[in-house]
């Protein structure tokens, strides 16, 4: 912060603290006295957006860790990741009714596995991400019950698929301290007689 800018919070009434604290945080090589800047500032400043999105994220969670009951923390979460699985659905639109065409295409885009049974009524999703997939998740940080937004885009997104409700489970987690991420769908029981 130049001089000037601070002398302009101060007579705003701005405490100065407070100001720096909002002001977006130099490179790491810049805070050790390294007289080399970040190539590229505009890199630089999203870096730092992200990172302080993703700490204020993992507040949020720890929040609604505190301040819901374990029922109302999973429907808000879950309603969290079916509002996620929306940006995929024209995807989901080019394989409803097709889920051996979708699970084709997820093994060849972005997950190690897909098992599907059909005669159980189950799928099996190994995801092939070495870390989360969601770009608000801070490793470490973020609780581990942001997991069920993820159940939430996992449910929506295999319901429309297979025009039948679904419901879903962790069965590994990154967050979890697993090395992989697993989850089982299953259709709803009772929902073949909705057909």
């Given at each position: ?72 923390k999973r429907r808000v979460l ?17 394989y409803k009714g097709d889920i ?57 997104t295999y319901s429309a698929l ?34």
């Amino acid at each position: 912060m130049k001089r000037i800018d601070f002398l302009k919070c101060c007579t705003s009434g701005l405490c100065a603290c407070t100001v720096v604290g909002l002001l977006p945080q130099e490179p790491a090589s810049a805070q050790s006295g390294n007289s080399q800047k970040e190539a590229d500032p505009e890199k630089a400043e999203l870096k730092w957006k992200l990172n302080a999105a993703q700490e204020r994220f993992a507040k949020l969670i720890r929040i609604l860790d505190q301040n819901l009951d374990e029922a109302s923390k999973r429907r808000v979460l879950e309603s969290l990741g079916g509002e996620c699985s929306q940006s995929f659905r024209d995807l989901v639109a080019k394989y409803k009714g097709d889920i051996r065409g979708f699970l084709a295409h997820a093994e060849k885009n972005w997950v190690e596995k897909a098992e599907y049974n059909e005669a159980a009524g189950t799928i099996r999703i190994i995801d092939k991400a070495k870390q989360c997939t969601c770009p608000l998740v801070k490793q470490g940080v973020t609780s581990p019950d942001f997991c069920s937004c993820t159940l939430g885009w996992q449910k929506a997104t295999y319901s429309a698929l297979l025009g039948k409700p679904v419901e879903a489970d962790v069965e590994e987690s990154i967050l979890r301290g697993a090395s992989r991420c697993v989850f089982r769908i299953r259709v709803t029981k009772g929902s073949d007689q909705a057909d």
